[in-house]
């Protein structure tokens, strides 16, 4: 039987915004990579001098950990290195492994580019998708101007192609409205596919207030990429990350 859900929607006050914006939690860190779990709300990379993105933020991480190994007389090191290999949306937090080195840094984008990474995320969507499990296909173009994707025919100059893997993993109801939990497997990655594709779908996600602006109002979109799998570029080793999405906490499992 469906249950209510219980999730606690904190509001964007000031009391409540270092919540929000916590520091990212660094995963695994070696010479060559870094993995670190970014929050919502904290961009990947921004132009803005008047917000900290995650480029910054872990910047600032290696250089105090650059001096704390230098020598009181010994030279001084340059500036760390930092390569971003892939970015999640501002409002969706998760796991991003960056580049310590070029040569890793190419090494990872290679394996990105040739589908080598395996990218998993939840997410809690108003409504039930075509299926309790199936893949989404649709053909997306980007509108700089509004930075927004719309899903169109296949023959739309600048189209991408966009594929993603579903499975329902729990339904909830609120407010007379069903609530289905989603894990996601991304086959391509295009800008806000999971979100567009979903919207498009009649189940857009919970809290996105771009492609879901009639939604029940909450203040952070549930969205979480939650696992990353891929080879370290020296090694040739798998490496597995996964971490709990924030809402788990907030509906009730039992």
């Not at 580049?99 to 809690?124: C, D, H, I, P, V």
């Not at 939604?215 to 799998?229: F, K, M, N, T």
Request: net charge positive; proline share 6%.
């Amino acid at each position: 039987a469906n249950r209510m859900p219980i999730w606690y929607d904190k509001g964007t006050n000031e009391n409540n915004k270092k919540e929000y914006m916590m520091k990212p939690q660094i995963l695994f860190e070696d010479a060559e990579i870094l993995v670190c779990h970014k929050p919502a709300g904290t961009a990947v990379q921004t132009a803005s001098f008047s917000a900290q993105d995650m480029v910054s933020i872990l910047k600032n991480h290696l250089a105090l950990e650059m001096r704390k190994k230098e020598t009181v007389k010994g030279p001084k090191t340059s500036a760390p290195y930092l390569a971003v290999i892939h970015r999640l949306d501002q409002p969706v937090e998760g796991i991003l492994v960056f580049g310590k080195t070029k040569n890793a840094a190419a090494s990872l984008t290679r394996q990105l580019t040739r589908n080598g990474f395996k990218k998993y995320y939840e997410a809690m969507a108003e409504g039930t998708p075509p299926a309790a499990s199936g893949t989404l296909t649709d053909y997306l173009i980007r509108d700089g101007r509004t930075n927004c994707s719309t899903v169109c025919s296949p023959d739309t100059l600048g189209s991408k192609k966009a594929v993603l893997e579903y499975q329902v993993l729990a339904q909830y109801e609120t407010n007379g409205k069903c609530l289905s939990h989603l894990r996601i497997q991304l086959q391509t990655g295009r800008h806000h596919q999971i979100r567009v594709q979903f919207s498009h779908a009649g189940c857009p996600l919970f809290g996105d207030r771009k492609y879901n602006p009639d939604g029940i109002p909450v203040s952070r979109l549930y969205l979480c990429a939650c696992q990353l799998d891929f080879l370290h570029p020296s090694t040739g080793k798998l490496l597995h990350f996964e971490i709990q999405p924030f809402f788990y906490e907030e509906f009730d499992k039992s």
